[in-house]
């Protein structure tokens, strides 16, 4: 087992990433990859990592299946007396167990393996029988009745589970927590830790997650079919996995009628075999009494007689044990190679999608800056009442007038700026599938623009007054123009605001500015007023344009997820490199010793003579 430090370390860093790794848009492949990435993250965080930091912890083989396999009644006759419940009820196993040596317990006690699990303890009984069952699933109702500590599963079924809601996925608080039952038992091969799983089709959704979960977590995975069965979908996607992954694997075909039972275990055999699973051990145990729902829930020590053989010399035997679980491990670890850049690529569309989408919306707003800019330059503000009041103002008509009406009217053209920049970037979006989970939302944010654009524009006003009347206090003080002396600072702002917003219909408005307060101080005044309203038509475009966008960024499609994880890959792919070359120098120096050993002259030498030799 390679436990290197900064392999390890890779791990943890490749880990991190994939947890920060976000698909929310409904792409295609995107449900894919998020199921791809919590798989990925269960079998980091429960298996790989905790393996590689314990290579020398028992084996953990978790019996998983479809729904009334047979696994709880297997693990009961493994152990030799009822540890899990097993009847006609479904689905019959809801509290994972997990059964272990007395000796073993410490390494299942803690978060080492399935952190996300609380752990729920049954005292070690001595005697046997129903009696201690009972006193068992007393113990159980007691501790689902105590503060949920079963979180959801230690009711009859789905009405339970409907009635509770569904537990929290991985990282679940205190109201949604999963537990793991665990039990000690001699019976049980030290080295070695048995996990009755819930059923990998449950009708309850959550129920099929944990079994999930619970087989990501296995150094061996002990898949059980039942005669009628074995070909089913489910358990042969299950074997496809661990092919896949090359986990260690185990299969049991339970319940078999003795008048069939060489027929159908033949053609288990053969469909094995075309899968590329002929080398799976593979055991067999008939059809009994005691296998029926409503038996005792142990079969006869003969029927689990060779898989109980099979676990007990992985569990003894220290290099069997170690090949197991580092097979496993490598097999994971391998499959990365695969798993990294197809969660990448996933990740890479998400970011694509994400652009795409911002660039709509910004492609419509810059239209809509482009409007703006040129119907200001055309006068289009001045128009309608702005443009009477503008002729009365050449009357001797109030400036304030003037002023309100030039207000209103730049109101107007960037409410119906902004208007037609939504109504743009909304259909663009309609026509995008990955818009589906925003679309609404951004609608609902972008209503109400002309009331948040009529602020801005008040604010401009209030700042364009502002620096008019600082523009001719100073004409006052200096007494640069022809009436400088008694100019009010409300005529500097309207003829300013008409200079801006005016265009080519207030071609006057300058030239009486200048008149007011002087040449240098009229231009200084227009350049001025030229970079404020520059400044508050950005600020009320883009203010929409982010509020159209605000959906989309909280969705976090960070731009370097692809790239940071196929970087924490490569790292990994070179520690691992690194490893092997340092384990190849290592075999190929002991092949060196033993070819020396063997050229020694006179191969009949002792070991001790041959060790001397080599050392000279």
Same mark, same amino acid.
């Given at each position: ?16 990433? %994939? ?19 919590? =798989? ?12 590689? &930091? ?11 299946? @479809? ?11 493994? %152990?030799?007396?009822?540890? *899990? ?20 317990? &410490? ?48 009711? /009859?079924?789905?009405?339970?589970? /409907? ?62 079919? /039942? ?6 979908? $489910? ?20 319940? $078999? ?5 060489? !027929? ?19 055991? /067999? ?5 005691? @296998? ?11 029927? #689990? ?11 003894? !035997?220290? %290099? +069997? ?39 709509? #919306? ?30 009365? &103002? ?44 925003? *679309? ?68 006057? +408005?300058?030239?009486?500015?200048? !008149? ?36 989309? !960024? ?15 890959? *490569? ?19 002991? =092949?060196?010793?033993?070819?020396? %050993? ?19």
């Amino acid at each position: 087992m390679d436990v290197r430090p900064r392999l390890i370390d890779a791990l943890s860093v490749l880990r991190d990433r %994939v947890d920060a790794a976000r698909f929310p848009l409904p792409l295609r492949g995107a449900a894919r990859a998020r199921r791809n990435r919590d =798989e990925l993250l269960a079998q980091l965080d429960d298996y790989v990592i905790p393996r590689l &930091h314990s290579p020398q912890a028992p084996l953990l083989a978790v019996i998983g299946g @479809s729904t009334g396999a047979g696994k709880s009644t297997l693990v009961n006759s493994l %152990v030799g007396r009822r540890v *899990s419940e097993a009847g006609v009820l479904r689905p019959t196993t809801r509290t994972p167990v997990l059964v272990c040596h007395p000796d073993d317990v &410490h390494w299942f006690a803690g978060p080492r393996v399935l952190p996300q699990l609380t752990r729920v303890w049954v005292p070690e009984q001595d005697d046997g029988g129903e009696g201690e069952y009972e006193r068992e699933a007393e113990y159980e109702r007691e501790g689902a009745g105590a503060a949920g500590a079963y979180g959801g599963y230690g009711g /009859t079924g789905e009405e339970e589970e /409907t009635a509770k809601g569904k537990g929290g996925g991985r990282g679940a608080g205190e109201s949604g927590a999963l537990s793991v039952r665990i039990e000690a038992d001699a019976a049980v091969p030290s080295g070695v830790a048995l996990l009755d799983a819930p059923d990998i089709d449950s009708l309850v959704a959550r129920n099929r997650e944990l079994a999930a979960e619970l087989i990501c977590a296995a150094d061996v995975w002990v898949l059980v079919t /039942t005669a009628a069965r074995y070909a089913d979908a $489910v358990p042969w996607h299950l074997l496809r996995t661990a092919k896949e992954y090359d986990v260690t694997l185990v299969t049991v075909l339970d319940r $078999v009628p003795h008048q069939i039972a060489t !027929d159908i275990s033949g053609r288990y055999a053969e469909l094995l075999q075309r899968a590329g699973l002929g080398q799976v051990p593979r055991f /067999t145990i008939p059809e009994l009494p005691e @296998s029926a729902g409503g038996g005792s829930g142990l079969l006869p020590a003969t029927a #689990v007689a060779a898989l109980r053989e099979w676990l007990e010399r992985h569990a003894q !035997d220290p %290099v +069997a044990r170690v090949a197991a679980a580092e097979r496993t491990a490598a097999g994971v670890i391998t499959s990365l190679r695969s798993r990294l850049p197809a969660l990448a690529g996933a990740a890479a569309a998400q970011h694509a999608a994400a652009l795409r989408l911002t660039g709509r #919306v910004e492609e419509a707003y810059e239209r809509a800056a482009k409007r703006v800019r040129r119907e200001i330059a055309a006068g289009e503000v001045l128009a309608g009442d702005a443009r009477a009041h503008w002729r009365d &103002h050449g009357l001797g008509g109030r400036p304030d007038e003037l002023l309100d009406a030039l207000t209103e009217g730049l109101a107007s053209l960037l409410t119906c700026a902004v208007e037609e920049a939504d109504e743009r970037a909304a259909d663009a979006w309609r026509r995008d599938p990955a818009a589906a989970e925003v *679309s609404l939302t951004a609608a609902a944010g972008a209503a109400g623009a002309a009331g948040r654009v009529g602020v801005i524009v008040r604010r401009w006003r209030r700042c364009l007054e502002e620096l008019a009347e600082e523009e001719t206090r100073e004409a006052r003080g200096g007494q640069a123009g022809d009436r400088a002396g008694s100019v009010e600072p409300e005529e500097s702002a309207a003829l300013l605001a008409a200079e801006l917003l005016g265009g080519r219909r207030a071609r006057t +408005a300058g030239e009486n500015l200048a !008149d007011l307060l002087g040449a240098q101080a009229a231009l200084r005044l227009c350049e001025r007023g030229g970079r404020l309203l520059t400044t508050y038509l950005e600020r009320a475009l883009d203010g929409e344009r982010e509020r159209r966008l605000a959906p989309l !960024d909280r969705l976090t499609v960070p731009p370097e997820q692809q790239a940071e994880l196929i970087a924490a890959l *490569s790292v990994l792919q070179r520690e691992r490199q690194t490893g092997r070359g340092k384990r190849g120098e290592t075999e190929r120096r002991r =092949e060196r010793e033993e070819m020396t %050993v063997g050229a020694v002259p006179g191969g009949g030498l002792g070991l001790e003579t041959a060790k001397e030799e080599v050392s000279r």
